[in-house]
């Protein structure tokens, strides 16, 4: 992602390495719902799922909380420069 950032968004390089990032998500999520979840869920037993289910909530909810921040700290910023936030689409929560 960072390399994006290093590259011209109208160039055939900045196309080719976000394809190239676009397929790794792809072919990530591909394996983790195709084989690694299935497998997981056949060789835990139940205690063992609902920590993982535990833990994977808690992760959610602490990037939903880190998402809600930045769009709280998004509107604060820009009532910062103007005063309002009118017609800014990112509404603070």
Same mark, same amino acid.
């Given at each position: 992602? #960072?390399?994006?950032? #290093? ?7 900045? *196309?080719?390495? *976000?394809? !190239? =990032? @676009?397929?790794? &998500?792809? @072919? !990530?999520?591909?394996?983790? +719902?195709?084989?690694?979840? &299935? +497998? *997981?869920? +056949?060789? $835990? ?6 920590? =993982?289910?535990? /833990?994977? $909530?808690? +992760?959610?909810? /602490? ?10 700290? &998004? &509107? $604060? ?12 689409? =990112?509404?603070?929560?």
């Amino acid at each position: 992602m #960072a390399a994006l950032e #290093a590259l011209d968004p109208m160039s055939q390089d900045w *196309l080719d390495k *976000l394809e !190239h =990032i @676009r397929g790794a &998500v792809a @072919r !990530h999520m591909n394996e983790e +719902e195709g084989n690694w979840f &299935v +497998e *997981l869920d +056949e060789n $835990t037993d139940g205690t063992a799922r609902q920590q =993982i289910g535990q /833990r994977d $909530t808690e +992760e959610f909810e /602490r990037y939903a909380r880190g998402a809600k921040q930045a769009r709280t700290g &998004v &509107v $604060t910023f820009a009532r910062s420069f103007g005063g309002g936030v009118e017609g800014f689409s =990112i509404g603070a929560a």
